[in-house]
Each structure stands twice: as C-alpha cells, then as structure tokens.
C-alpha cells in the first residue's frame, strides 16, 4: 500500500454477476476483455503526471472491451445527440481514506455517491474500475442516428454577453467574437429559438442549393404580402410561386437586357413624369413599415398606397388588353405568362408581380448606386481608372454608347461588385431546417444540425473573411480582376450579395446593367464632388 499522501485512482464499472457468468461471448466483445480493459487503463493512467486535473471522459456508446479500451485513451468529443443520450466514464483522483462524490448525474443520469465503506472492497475486486452510465431522458430511446455532436452553443447568460455586443460594436464585431471562440459553425439559443451560424464558403453549400423540401424561407417572407398582395410571392402555395419565379427569371436573363438598355438609359437622362414621381411616392409608403401587420397610421398609409398602385397598373393592363396594344417589355411578359396548366395571368397577378420585381430592385439598387458613388469619389486613383475606362469606349462606340459599350465596362463593373462586398443591401440571409444535415468544416469536423434550427448566412462578414479577401477592409476594386479573382479563388460561395446556388438573385445581371448606366451617365456629364459625411462614414480608402 502506497504512502498516504499518493493518490489513488478509483472509478466504478456497473454489469451484474448473472450477467457476466451468462454471457460466452468472444473477442472483444466478451467479459473477460473487459478486464483486458481495465489493465490497459491502468498502464496508461500511471504515465499521467497530474492526475488531479483528469476529472471526466466522455465515450460513445458501444461494446467496451479491448476494443472499447483504445475509446478511452481518445481525448475526442463524444457524438451523441445532446438531449437523448450521455455515455460517461468517471474517473476521479481519491486520496486514501478520503472518498468523495465520484459521479454525479444530470439530465435524469444515475447518481452514485462513493464512501470510504466501499473503498477497500473496489480496489481489491480491481486495481481500477470502471463505470459505464447510461442515461435515458425519460422514456427517450438511444437514436441510432445520433453519431455527430451538434455545433457548440451559445446560451444561458452567455446570451447577454452576445447582445451587449451587438448593441455596442454592431453584428460584425458580435458575430467575430463567436467565431474566434466557437468555428464556423456555431449555436445561438435563446429561449426555444436556436439561430446556427454559418461562417465561410466551406460550410455554406448547403444553404444555398438545399432544396425547399430541406431547407426554406419558413415563414419569414410572409410580412411581404400585404405589400405584394395574396396572388402572389408568399401568398401562394410554393408550386404556384416557383412558377411565378420563372417568370422572373426569363424577363431578367441576361438575353433579355439587351431590350430593357434603352428604356434604363431614358429614365436616367430625362426628367420625372409628374406620374413617376407620384409612382415612387407611393413605393415609399408602400414598404416604409416596421410592423406590417400591426393595426397603425402607418399601415393604414400602405395600404392606402397599394389600393392605388393597383388602381394605376389595372389602368395600363386593361389599356393594352382594350386596343392589342403589345410592348417589348417587363409589363407585356407578364401579361402574356402562361402556368404550366395553360391557365394565363390574372390582373391582380400581373399587378402583384409588377409590384414584386420594382420592390425588390429599388431600394437594393438605389442603396448600391449610392455607396458606388461614395467609393469611387473618395479615392481619386479609383476615379481616374474608371475615366479613363469611360474615355476609351467612348472613342470606340461614339457618344451615344450601347450595349455593348456597358459589357466592356469591367472596373466600373469590378467597382460595384467591391462596393456589394463591402455594403451588401441585405447583411444576413436566414433559411428554416426541415430535414437533418450534416455539415462539414473546413478543419474537417463534423456537425449534425437537427430540423427546426434557424440557419444564419452572414453576408456582411462573410464577405469579409480575411482568409479569402487580402485586407478585406480596404476598398479595392482590383481584388476581383485579372490575376486575383478572390472570390473565385475562395470558393463557390465566398461572394454572395446576390446569395447564390438556388436561391441566387435573378436580377443580378439586370442590377449591374442599371448601375453602370447611372454611373456612366453621370461620370461623362458632370463634375461630382464627395460631401463629407460620406468621406466620414467610408474612411480612407
């Protein structure tokens, strides 16, 4: 026997008597490995220095022979689901004639208190032992489908850490701080809501080409149809707007832009129709609202607003219906859309869908334009490349440039593909689990997210990632040009302000186009100056 002041390890292994003479298993499987076990554990442990900081080892659940030995030695994460099942192997530093507490349980586990009564009788059954508690939540059963730890959570009175953050530095700095400490994938529950992060390209695949069957919008969009009206976007069925999608897609693929170059560049270079300018009013009302479905003044205005876009579209739909008359545009593919079972477009679709495309373009578009601008007249060596860019097409094509001339525009257009980098128009983008995944990190670990999560795609800090993007705080247009095509470089999805895979935004190519039209424009007419609060909120360049 050891002098008093040397520890001693002691740990508990529960099978019963008729169990062990019972059963005549082989191999690794059979009881007389598991003393095969216990002598390993041993040896192993005695090469241990401090034993005083070894308190638990977490297994999976399996046969614990001398195969189940080489588990032990695993300092790795156990994977099973958090609220079904918990394997636990107790090991704890005893010193002699003081015994304490070795296991004890939470979550409904067993507990077992250890007294000096029963020291001596455990270590002469075994130089160690060892205990094996399964826990079951209530009438639960192990699922055999739990073999992948969930990604590490954020909860408890860590939440309130988090929301200081994000109220004092802002969702960048709240989410960084998540992903220096927790990965790329990562947890945040609040109450019953449990929001999973997902950082970076590698994890990101998923998300964006996941099917609605797995993973959708969830109710999330639906304050969208007071605006757009119950024809429409989310107020139909998902067969019926997947089909109303496609409509979009045809009237903005980039074949089409070719016809909508004319009427973009008139808008720019004439003034506002009094009918225009009462058009855009109305939009404003249309979507300046916080609470749409709270009975307020200002609800009160939207719909208001919408009665009267409809009265204004419904005057030009039936006019061109009354007297044949056909236009090339947006408007008459609309009109002239058919559904797969050859039903045409009602009024009130027409109207919904008109709605929903100058919606979904206007605010984007105008907040793009504007931080364009801000960039390229704060930064007089940017400016002077786009000049000249704009003087060289205009010796090729003339004064009046077509579309061509705008295909050619690659630093303008490298300039707002930098600018969506920096101030993309929606800084998260959020999808609802409805089936089990797994996702994989870039490091090679494995997380299971369970159906009903809340998936989060920051944009605002994907895009930011320092890994991808060489001094991701610098406005530089040249990352996306010959010979560093970052975004290229990252992955398939390390650039997504137009988001991506199934879900990227099918108005891209029609944004850009309009862009560059308003900046061309306005480049070749006017001497521009940057006032100085936009110097302030961008910084140097």
């Not at 309130?160 to 998540?178: C, V």
């Not at 480049?523 to 006032?531: A, C, G, S």
Request: with cysteine; net charge neutral; glycine share 6%.
């Amino acid at each position: 026997m050891a002098r008093a002041s040397k520890p001693l390890i002691l740990a508990i292994a529960s099978q019963d008597s008729a169990s062990f003479f019972r059963d005549r298993s082989l191999g690794s499987d059979s009881p007389i490995s598991g003393i095969d076990c216990l002598a390993h554990f041993v040896d192993a442990l005695s090469h241990i220095h401090d034993l005083s900081n070894l308190k638990k080892q977490e297994m999976h659940d399996q046969s614990f022979g001398s195969d189940g030995t080489k588990q032990i030695f695993q300092v790795v994460p156990s994977r099973y689901h958090e609220e079904d099942c918990c394997i636990n192997v107790a090991v704890d530093c005893f010193h002699q004639h003081q015994a304490a507490a070795l296991c004890q349980s939470t979550n409904n586990c067993v507990s077992m208190d250890m007294t000096n009564d029963i020291v001596w009788l455990t270590i002469a059954l075994a130089s160690i032992t060892v205990v094996i508690t399964k826990a079951k939540r209530k009438t639960a059963k192990l699922d055999p489908k739990c073999i992948r730890m969930p990604p590490p959570a954020v909860k408890g009175l860590s939440i309130i850490r988090i929301l200081h953050t994000l109220l004092t530095k802002g969702l960048q700095q709240m989410i960084h701080d998540q992903y220096k400490k927790l990965g790329s994938v990562f947890t945040v529950r609040f109450f019953r809501m449990k929001a999973t992060f997902l950082i970076g390209p590698e994890v990101s695949a998923h998300f964006y080409q996941g099917t609605d069957y797995e993973i959708s919008n969830g109710v999330g969009l639906e304050f969208t149809v007071p605006m757009l009206g119950k024809e429409v976007g989310y107020g139909v069925d998902s067969a019926t707007r997947n089909e109303q999608f496609r409509v979009f897609y045809d009237v903005l693929k980039p074949s089409k832009l070719r016809s909508h170059y004319g009427s973009i560049l008139q808008e720019v270079e004439v003034s506002w129709e009094k009918m225009l300018d009462e058009f855009f009013t109305l939009f404003q009302e249309l979507t300046d609202k916080f609470f749409p479905d709270v009975p307020t003044p200002a609800t009160r205005r939207r719909d208001i607003a919408r009665a009267k876009l409809s009265e204004m579209l419904t005057e030009i739909v039936r006019s061109r219906k009354e007297y044949s008359h056909v236009e090339n545009d947006v408007l008459q593919n609309f009109i002239d859309f058919k559904y797969s079972d050859g039903r045409s477009t009602t009024e009130s679709e027409v109207i919904g869908l008109m709605i929903t495309l100058i919606l979904a373009g206007k605010h984007t578009s105008t907040i793009t334009s504007i931080w364009t601008g801000a960039h390229l007249l704060a930064s007089a060596r940017i400016l002077k490349s786009v000049l000249v860019e704009q003087k060289i097409l205009i010796s090729k094509y003339g004064d009046h440039l077509d579309y061509n001339a705008f295909l050619e525009m690659d630093t303008l257009h490298n300039c707002i593909k930098e600018t969506l980098r920096i101030h993309p128009p929606v800084a998260i983008f959020r999808r609802k689990v409805h089936k089990n995944f797994i996702v994989q990190t870039k490091d090679g670990i494995e997380y299971e997210i369970h159906s009903g999560h809340t998936l989060v795609s920051p944009v605002i800090f994907n895009n930011n990632l320092p890994h991808i993007y060489k001094d991701p705080d610098v406005y530089d247009p040249d990352r996306f040009g010959p010979g560093r095509e970052e975004d290229r470089v990252g992955g398939k999805f390390a650039y997504t302000s137009f988001s991506g895979g199934r879900h990227a935004c099918k108005g891209e190519s029609f944004a850009y186009l309009q862009i560059k039209v308003i900046w061309s424009y306005l480049l070749r007419n006017f001497e521009l100056k940057l006032n100085l609060l936009f110097l302030i909120l961008i910084g140097p360049s």
